[in-house]
């Protein structure tokens, strides 16, 4: 059964620090893209960050670029996306995406909000 399970949500206050994690099972985690995904209330989806399966293709969005760091850890199969310096425009539900050929997952989400 494949699962993507996303943690790490939570309230905060502007300029402070958050860190979510995605933990994967029943695929080949190795073999996969790994990316976040955002949808902020009321809007659409929105790429955040991506990561190809040996860490050494990293993207991120305009909006979170340095502020937002992706890792991978092949031996725990998670992906951990550590947010700094938030902003309320940050609120959104956090989305762990897994991508490889025509094989796509996504994870329940997890919220993020930002404010004071």
């Known amino acids: 059964q494949v699962q993507l399970v996303e943690s790490g949500g939570g309230l905060v206050q502007p300029g402070e620090s958050l860190r979510l994690s995605c933990t994967a099972s029943?695929?080949?985690?190795?073999?996969?893209?790994m990316a976040w995904v955002r949808q902020a209330p009321g809007k659409g989806l929105e790429w955040v960050s991506g990561?190809?399966?040996?860490?050494?293709?990293?993207h991120y969005g305009d909006s979170v670029k340095g502020r937002f760091t992706i890792s991978r850890d092949t031996l725990k199969n998670t992906v951990t996306l550590q947010m700094t310096t938030l902003k309320p425009e940050d609120t959104a539900v956090y989305y762990c995406?897994?991508?490889?050929?025509?094989?796509?997952?996504w994870g329940q989400g997890t919220q993020v909000t930002v404010s004071s």
């Open positions: 995406n897994a991508q490889w050929g025509a094989w796509e997952y």
């Open positions: 029943g695929f080949s985690f190795s073999n996969y893209w």
């Open positions: 990561i190809n399966r040996g860490s050494a293709s990293i």
